[in-house]
């Protein structure tokens, strides 16, 4: 039923609970009823801003006002606080990683349909402009027929000091960094994946992975090159895209970046790069009057649309953009990951 306002409480404003609390603020439709931390320094940040705040996760539960409950805890918390909600009537936005494994997430699933109420994760970097631009440019085929794309987070200060170290808290960049990079792939490249093979790195951290690199072979499509690292003092670029007619590179969170594409593949003749053991022609650069460089085509997103299509959802007018079947896909795809990590070898998938 269409409401003026949908009541939604947060639980756990820590860092992105507030940031959620400052972006729900400015959506039409939505509201604030309260919040609730299990810190009390948190509990008089949240009166200080003038919220209501609750005493208890119980109190939340029996709120009647409260349409919506946002959870925003560490990750090891998310699937007890979301089956609570779910149970009492309740829609659930949920912090990314859903949960730590997928039989969790079938039965946040189950519990969402049977009690026939909204469960969305906030895998808010479908919104990043740099992911939105590449995707655009795989799908406009600017490039030809893609065959290799590599997405890459990089890092140099080590995991933070916080839950994120902890295994039982769902630590580690899997969850914490893979859980989007691969989300978004799945989202720009279609079809099954047919392997997986992944490493995890342990640099600066023995208790959970600090990085890792994973490499997808998809049945129909391109090869993909994922990783993530948090000691890598020079980055390599955000995203590098090979085609059969061109390369793009976006090398940071600015989109600084291009396109360079072949302009006539009939201009063979290579000036030679003369090298200190002698001359190379395969490697040498193309001439000027062979290619041509393109700006990005770059795409402006709005992160407010993410809880915009919540609201839209529940009046009935629109239709969830990030679906739980996508999310189940990509904590299998984690799980994967892992699996292949601990075996050493090439795992299958689909």
Known sequence: MKKDSYQLAIVGLGGMGDWHRDIIGSIEGLKICGSYDIREERQQYAAEHGLHVY?????????????????????QHHKEIALKALNHKKHVVCEKPAVLCSADMAEIMTAAEENNSLFVVHQNRRWDEDYLTVKRIIEEKQLGEIHRIESRVHGSRGIPGDWRQLKECGGGMVLDWGVHI?????????????????????????????????????????????????????????????????????????????????????????????????????????????????????????????????????????????????????????????????????????
């Not at 006002?65 to 925003?72: E, G, H, K, R, S």
């Not at 208790?207 to 998809?218: H, P, Q, S």
């Open 182 to 350: 691969l989300d978004q792939v799945l989202q720009m490249v279609p079809g099954k994946i047919e392997s997986v093979y992944a490493a995890l790195t342990y640099v600066t951290n023995e208790l959970v992975d600090d990085g890792f690199t994973a490499l997808l072979r998809f049945a129909q499509g391109p090869e993909v090159l994922l990783e993530v690292g948090t000691s890598n003092f020079i980055d390599l670029p955000r995203w590098y895209v090979l085609g059969q007619n061109g390369s793009a590179v976006i090398r940071d969170w600015d989109l600084s970046g291009e396109i360079v594409l072949v302009k006539d593949w009939n201009l063979k003749d290579a000036v030679p790069v003369r090298t200190a053991a002698g001359l190379t022609k395969t490697m040498a650069p193309r001439t000027a009057d062979s290619i041509v460089t393109e700006p990005l085509p770059v795409v402006e997103s709005d992160i407010r649309d993410f809880y915009k299509n919540v609201r839209d959802t529940l009046d009935g007018s629109g239709e969830i953009l990030v679906k739980n079947q996508e999310v189940m896909r990509v904590i299998r795809l984690m799980e994967a990951i892992f699996a292949s990590a601990e075996q050493n070898q090439v795992v299958g998938f689909e």
């Open 55 to 75: 005493h208890s996760l119980e109190e939340v539960m029996a709120d009647e006002n409260c349409d919506i409950v946002l959870i925003a805890t560490p990750n």
